[in-house]
């Protein structure tokens, strides 16, 4: 059988609930003509815990479920765990498979061995500016810094000096004309309407893609992915606004609802445009075949407002507090309501000893010790009405002593929706156009061995059997 070359668009938690209503609203769209002609399938994430797309793209990408990988955080050391269950870019390139990966979910330890990558981006949330070719470095640079001065509120400063260094390779990297065009009409739109300033999330995708793009057209890898989280992080706000009716309860306001109506579509409007170029992409090339995957979905949780969240600001004044000085500790990207940080071997004893000792309202801060030094703290304090400090055992620690501030929410939204383990995976063939009578169900865990396959890689003995989607 001859073999397929793979592209994966991760499009992060996007469920067939956006999809319908987005073609029945724009029946010319590039997603309209895919779901038209692609095959399409349900996928449930297996995953036992909290969802999180730290732990399901894992899955993922290694075929099995959270009880075996036990990824859910970055800053991870992930050296054991890759000998055990190698995610999807390790075991092609293993098998001399060319190969080419765009910012997946915890990719941030990058290879050892770049001898079949053909480019290899880490995610935005790694903890170095690495990037293979090393010109795309300078992206990187800008996209970490970007990502981590926007966790929760869109930054208002721009980060210039990557930002510049950008612009002067912008031939280098492959920035194109439209999306220049696409980050000017942003900033003009916002100047005017400042609410549409949290629209900029799309931006970075924008040039990411682009980069992707030129590096997808000129290696042509036989396995490639791109991933993207911006519709997803319109979804978690702004469902309630474009999707009111799913909510037994709805307690946002009527200006609110109006103000931001129109954010997924935006999202899944450059999401579009992206899908559009990678279409041409695959017909010009028939030896593609594209798939278009989320890890999970979302669906509504509440319609109601929330004003502002609790987060550790000030991590130099958190640690010092718990008696760790600045040169012993390291802080580690993370999303928001997460606050990760590496910890120098000598002091462990003694954190470990102030962090039991250390409650707020009663309670011990939510954390997972990985016992290799790494820390994740889980601040899900949203609209916190309690008193302003935490007690280190039986003195009161204020929080400005610890670094703790109360930030308000921009949008007065934190989570509409939130994440489901179905989630939609569409396998477009140019060569063989596909008519959906169906969504039958499948396991997230099942694409890993069903892409192997199509490689003709040795199925791990730890995955499913694949399945049959990707035709020759």
Same mark, same amino acid.
């Given at each position: 059988?001859?073999?397929?070359?793979?592209?994966?668009?991760?499009?992060?938690?996007?469920?067939?609930? @956006? %999809?319908?209503?987005?073609?029945?609203?724009? +029946?010319?769209?590039?997603?309209?003509?895919?779901?038209?002609?692609?095959?399409?399938?349900?996928?449930?994430?297996?995953?036992?815990?909290?969802?999180?797309?730290?732990?399901?793209?894992?899955?993922?990408?290694?075929?099995?479920?959270?009880?075996?990988?036990?990824?859910?955080?970055?800053?991870?050391?992930?050296?054991?765990?890759?000998?055990?269950?190698?995610?999807?870019?390790?075991?092609?390139?293993?098998?001399?498979?060319?190969?080419?990966?765009?910012?997946?979910?915890?990719?941030?330890?990058?290879?050892?061995? /770049?001898?079949? #990558?053909?480019?290899?981006?880490?995610?935005?949330?790694?903890?170095? *500016?690495?990037?293979?070719?090393?010109?795309?470095?300078?992206?990187?640079?800008?996209?970490?810094?970007?990502?981590?001065?926007?966790?929760?509120?869109? *930054?208002?400063?721009?980060?210039?000096?990557?930002?510049?260094?950008?612009?002067?390779?912008?031939? &280098?990297?492959?920035?194109?004309?439209?999306?220049?065009?696409?980050?000017?009409?942003?900033?003009?739109?916002?100047?005017?309407?400042?609410?549409?300033?949290?629209?900029?999330?799309?931006?970075?995708?924008?040039?990411?893609?682009?980069?992707?793009?030129?590096?997808? =057209?000129?290696?042509?890898?036989?396995?490639?992915?791109?991933?993207?989280?911006? @519709? $997803?992080?319109?979804?978690?706000?702004?469902?309630? $606004?474009?999707?009111?009716?799913?909510?037994?309860?709805?307690?946002?306001?009527?200006?609110?609802? =109006?103000?931001?109506?129109?954010?997924?579509?935006?999202?899944?409007?450059?999401?579009?445009?992206?899908?559009?170029?990678?279409?041409?992409?695959?017909?010009?090339?028939?030896?593609?075949?594209?798939?278009?995957?989320?890890?999970?979905?979302?669906?509504?949780?509440?319609?109601? +407002?929330?004003?502002?969240?609790?987060?550790? *600001?000030?991590? =130099?004044?958190?640690? =010092?507090?718990?008696? @760790?000085?600045?040169?012993?500790?390291?802080?580690?990207?993370?999303?928001?309501?997460? %606050? @990760?940080?590496?910890?120098?071997?000598?002091?462990?004893?003694?954190?470990?000893?102030?962090?039991?000792?250390?409650?707020?309202?009663?309670?011990?801060?939510?954390?997972?010790?990985?016992?290799?030094?790494?820390?994740? %703290?889980?601040?899900?304090?949203?609209? #916190?009405?309690?008193? *302003?400090?935490?007690?280190?055992?039986?003195? +009161?620690?204020?929080?400005?002593?610890?670094?703790?501030?109360?930030? /308000?929410?921009?949008?007065?939204?934190?989570?509409?929706?939130?994440?489901?383990?179905?989630?939609?995976?569409?396998?477009?063939?140019?060569?063989?156009?596909?008519?959906?009578?169906?969504?039958?169900?499948?396991?997230?865990?099942?694409? $890993?061995? &069903?892409?192997?396959?199509?490689?003709?890689?040795?199925?791990?003995?730890?995955?499913?059997?694949?399945?049959?989607?990707?035709?020759?």
């Amino acid at each position: 059988m001859e073999n397929r070359k793979v592209i994966l668009f991760e499009l992060n938690e996007v469920p067939y609930r @956006v %999809f319908d209503q987005y073609c029945q609203d724009k +029946p010319q769209s590039s997603f309209a003509q895919l779901l038209a002609q692609s095959q399409q399938y349900e996928t449930w994430a297996e995953d036992n815990v909290h969802l999180s797309p730290t732990t399901t793209w894992p899955s993922l990408h290694r075929g099995v479920a959270f009880d075996k990988h036990g990824i859910n955080s970055f800053g991870q050391n992930l050296q054991d765990i890759d000998r055990l269950y190698p995610p999807l870019w390790q075991i092609t390139t293993t098998h001399g498979v060319k190969t080419g990966v765009f910012a997946p979910m915890m990719s941030y330890q990058p290879p050892d061995d /770049l001898t079949h #990558y053909d480019f290899y981006v880490p995610e935005a949330f790694a903890a170095e *500016a690495f990037a293979h070719p090393q010109c795309i470095s300078i992206f990187q640079q800008f996209n970490i810094a970007m990502t981590q001065a926007s966790r929760s509120n869109v *930054a208002q400063k721009i980060e210039w000096q990557p930002a510049l260094k950008m612009l002067q390779q912008a031939d &280098t990297l492959g920035l194109s004309l439209p999306t220049f065009l696409d980050i000017g009409a942003q900033f003009i739109a916002e100047r005017f309407q400042p609410h549409l300033r949290t629209r900029r999330r799309s931006l970075q995708t924008l040039l990411g893609f682009d980069i992707f793009l030129q590096q997808l =057209q000129q290696s042509q890898p036989s396995y490639a992915s791109f991933f993207t989280n911006h @519709v $997803a992080a319109a979804m978690h706000r702004y469902w309630a $606004a474009t999707f009111p009716d799913d909510y037994a309860s709805f307690h946002m306001s009527s200006e609110w609802s =109006q103000r931001y109506a129109h954010e997924i579509t935006f999202a899944m409007d450059k999401a579009d445009d992206l899908l559009h170029r990678l279409m041409r992409f695959v017909q010009n090339h028939s030896g593609y075949v594209l798939l278009i995957a989320g890890s999970m979905g979302q669906a509504a949780l509440e319609a109601k +407002p929330s004003d502002s969240f609790l987060e550790i *600001a000030h991590p =130099q004044k958190f640690m =010092q507090t718990l008696g @760790v000085a600045d040169h012993e500790f390291e802080v580690r990207p993370s999303m928001i309501t997460q %606050f @990760v940080v590496a910890i120098a071997p000598p002091k462990l004893e003694r954190f470990r000893n102030n962090l039991s000792k250390l409650t707020l309202n009663g309670e011990p801060l939510r954390f997972t010790d990985y016992h290799d030094g790494l820390f994740c %703290f889980y601040l899900t304090y949203q609209d #916190y009405q309690g008193s *302003a400090h935490c007690q280190l055992g039986q003195t +009161p620690i204020p929080f400005e002593d610890l670094g703790i501030v109360r930030t /308000l929410h921009e949008d007065s939204a934190f989570l509409t929706a939130d994440h489901v383990p179905q989630g939609a995976l569409l396998v477009w063939d140019a060569k063989n156009p596909a008519h959906c009578k169906s969504r039958p169900q499948i396991s997230a865990l099942d694409l $890993a061995p &069903t892409i192997l396959q199509n490689f003709n890689i040795p199925i791990p003995s730890y995955m499913r059997s694949p399945l049959t989607l990707l035709k020759s």
